[in-house]
C-alpha cells in the first residue's frame, strides 16, 4: 500500500510517516515546510527507499496533479494544517486557506485520480481532524465524545477543521469518494513543536521562566501519546469502513494544572533544580477567548470495530516525552527562533 501523506513535516504527521516507513509501506510525504514543519522530523528515514518528499502546497491544484500522477498512492491520509489554536485567533486567514480551502482542492485532485484510475474500491482518503469540532463538554465525567456528537466547533481553528470534516463527508455521499475521518484528542510527544502547552511547559521550566497556565488552569484535556495516534491511524486507514468516522483517544482526562505539575514532578526527579521545585515557576496567566472547558473522548468504536487501544499510559508517556525533550536539545533549540514560537498568543484586543 502506497501512502499520501500531506503534512509529514509536523508533529503527528512525521510519526506516521516514520512508522510506516518502519512498517515497510512506501511513503510520499507533501509539505509546504510552513513554520511549524522540520525536516529533522523524518531524518531517521529520508535514505529510505521507500521515503519520498514533495515541497508542495495543498492549495497548489497543479503540483497535486503531477504529485498524483507521479506516485500512484493507494491512500491519502490529510494531515497538513494550520494547527494551533492561538494563532488562529490572531490570523484566521491562514487557517481558512489551508484546513478548508486547502482540503477543497486536495479532495477535487484525488477525485480526479480516482476517477482516472477507475474509482478502484481499495482507495481511501482519510482526513486527519480534531475532537475541538464538538464543542466543549460539561464537567459530568459521564460526558463524551462520540462520533455521534453534534459539531459545536469555538475556535477559528475547530471551526476550519469542521468546514473540512463536512467538505470531505460530503465528497463521500455526492461523488461516492470513499473517505475515513478520524477525531482525535490532544497528542503529546517526541517532536511536539515548541508552541504547544506540554513543549512550553517543559522549556520554560528549564529555562528558569514562568510556566504560564491560562485561566486558573482547569480546563480538561484528553491527552494520547503521538505514537499511538500513528497507530491508531495506520490502523484505520487499513482497516476502516469507508464512509466511517472514528474518534480516537487515550482515555486520559487532566485539568491543564494537574498536566503541569506532573511535568514539574518529572523534571524535578530527572534534573533536579539547585532548591525548591520546577512547580514554584506556575504562573497563571489571562485566559484565552473562548478556551472551551472539556475534551473527553468515547473511543469504543475503534476499540470495538479495530481492535486499537493506546499502548502507553498517560505517566508513561509523558516520562517519555521529558526525557526526549532532555535529550534533543539541538531539535528543539532551532525551533524556538522561528517567529512567535514560545511567545503569548491569540488574546485578541
Ligand atoms: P503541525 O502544525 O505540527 O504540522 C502541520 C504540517 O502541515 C506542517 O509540516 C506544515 O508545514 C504542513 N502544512 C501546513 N500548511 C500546509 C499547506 N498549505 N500545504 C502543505 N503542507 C502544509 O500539526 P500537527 O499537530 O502534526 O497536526 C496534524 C493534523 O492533526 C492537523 O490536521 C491537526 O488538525 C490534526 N490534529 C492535531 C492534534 C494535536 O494535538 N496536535 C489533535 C487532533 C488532530
Not at 486567514?93 to 484525488?110: K, P
Request: hydrophobic share 40%; net charge negative; aromatic share 10%.
Amino acid at each position: 500500500m502506497k501512502l499520501l501523506v500531506t503534512g509529514g513535516a509536523g508533529f503527528i504527521g512525521s510519526a506516521v510517516v516514520r512508522q510506516a516507513v518502519s512498517r515497510g509501506q512506501s511513503v510520499v510525504n507533501v509539505d509546504a515546510l510552513t513554520y511549524a514543519a522540520c525536516l529533522n522530523n523524518v531524518e531517521s528515514v529520508v535514505t529510505s527507499p521507500l521515503y519520498a518528499f514533495e515541497h508542495a502546497n495543498i492549495q497548489d491544484r497543479r503540483a497535486l496533479d503531477l504529485i498524483f500522477a507521479r506516485h500512484d498512492p493507494d491512500v491519502v491520509m490529510h494531515l497538513a494544517a494550520e494547527s494551533h489554536v492561538d494563532r488562529s485567533i490572531d490570523g484566521p486567514d491562514a487557517f481558512i486557506r489551508t484546513n478548508i480551502l486547502g482540503t477543497f482542492n486536495l479532495l477535487e485532485a484525488a477525485r480526479a485520480y480516482w476517477v482516472r484510475k477507475g474509482k478502484p474500491e481499495h482507495f481511501r482518503f482519510h482526513h486527519i481532524s480534531t475532537d475541538e469540532v464538538f464543542g466543549s463538554l460539561p464537567s459530568d465525567p459521564a460526558a463524551k465524545f462520540t462520533e455521534d456528537t453534534p459539531y459545536d466547533p469555538r475556535s477559528p481553528y475547530s471551526a476550519s477543521k469542521a468546514s473540512s470534516d463536512h467538505l470531505v463527508r460530503a465528497w463521500h455521499e455526492t461523488y461516492g469518494l470513499p473517505v475515513l475521518i478520524t477525531n482525535c484528542s490532544n497528542n503529546y510527544g517526541p517532536y511536539h513543536f515548541p508552541e504547544k502547552l506540554i513543549p512550553v511547559v517543559i522549556l520554560k521550566a528549564l529555562a528558569g521562566e514562568p510556566l504560564p497556565v491560562y485561566g486558573d488552569g482547569s480546563n480538561i484535556r484528553d491527552w494520547l501519546y503521538v505514537e499511538d495516534h500513528a497507530d491508531a491511524l495506520l490502523t484505520v486507514v487499513k482497516n476502516g469502513t469507508a464512509g466511517r468516522s472514528y474518534n480516537i483517544g487515550g482515555d486520559n482526562e487532566r485539568t491543564n494544572l494537574e498536566l503541569v505539575k506532573t511535568l514539574c514532578a518529572i523534571l524535578d526527579v530527572k534534573q533536579p533544580k539547585a532548591s525548591g521545585s520546577y512547580a514554584d515557576q506556575i504562573t497563571f496567566v489571562a485566559d484565552r477567548p473562548g478556551h472551551d472547558a472539556r475534551y473527553a473522548i468515547d473511543a469504543s468504536r475503534i476499540g470495538s470495530e479495530l481492535g486499537w487501544t493506546p499502548s502507553v499510559t498517560i505517566e508513561q508517556g509523558l516520562e517519555r516525552t521529558v526525557q526526549w525533550f532532555l535529550d534533543n536539545e539541538a531539535w528543539w533549540r532551532p525551533l524556538q527562533l522561528r517567529e512567535g514560537t514560545g511567545m503569548r498568543l491569540g488574546r485578541t484586543g
